[in-house]
């Protein structure tokens, strides 16, 4: 049976989740970073803050998961490594780690997780799905029954039984596939903060838990 993560997403830039390029893909968040036991045909879902009521922002199924060095050199992924010339959602690609032959890691340019190696690679997997849902900047309330499966600093997997197939079963009813808007806090293609040159005090308006 499928299980259900579930988690906060504190800043919805576009780079965690990243849904460009066909893929939903995780690979710098809380999941990631705590080493969460997802499996192919698990299900992700991202909610707000508690301030802002814990909204229902994405959900993916699951198809892969991917080590870090292995989703680099996959040409499946070419398109999600950032490139700080291009337009904002260029610069938010989340496909910037990778090892080399001694298995030291390295990384990309990019305005978001600059010195947070160690801790991003600590647990160096992605969670990629082509099944997803991701609603951006037009987030909306949840159902008040399914607000027990939100909160907390952590992924939770946990729930009641029976609610995470509710869960799952709304979100195919009531949502298309795919992107239906623009991440919340997408810089947009004239942030001062991600130019290349752009100063460590500068970037952390970028900054992605």
Aim: with cysteine; hydrophobic share 30%; proline share 7%.
């Amino acid at each position: 049976m499928s299980k259900l993560y579930t988690y906060i997403v504190k800043i919805d830039s576009g780079l965690a989740p990243n849904p460009f390029g066909g893929w939903c893909t995780l690979a710098v968040c809380t999941p990631n970073h705590q080493g969460s036991a997802v499996k192919p045909g698990d299900w992700i879902a991202g909610f707000s803050q508690k301030e802002a009521g814990y909204q229902f922002i994405y959900a993916m199924r699951v198809d892969e998961r991917i080590h870090m060095n292995d989703y680099f050199r996959d040409p499946r992924f070419t398109s999600k490594k950032p490139i700080m010339s291009g337009g904002w959602k260029q610069r938010c690609g989340d496909n910037f780690y990778y090892q080399d032959e001694k298995g030291n890691w390295h990384q990309l340019p990019n305005p978001y997780h600059q010195g947070m190696m160690e801790k991003d690679t600590q647990v160096p997997y992605v969670f990629v799905g082509r099944e997803f849902w991701y609603l951006g900047k037009t987030r909306i309330d949840v159902p008040e029954e399914f607000l027990t499966m939100v909160g907390g600093r952590s992924a939770r997997v946990n729930h009641p039984a029976g609610l995470p197939e509710k869960f799952m079963n709304w979100v195919r009813s009531k949502f298309s596939l795919g992107i239906t808007a623009e991440p919340l806090n997408a810089e947009g293609d004239n942030c001062r903060y991600c130019s290349p040159d752009a100063s460590s005090n500068q970037s952390r308006l970028c900054k992605n838990a």
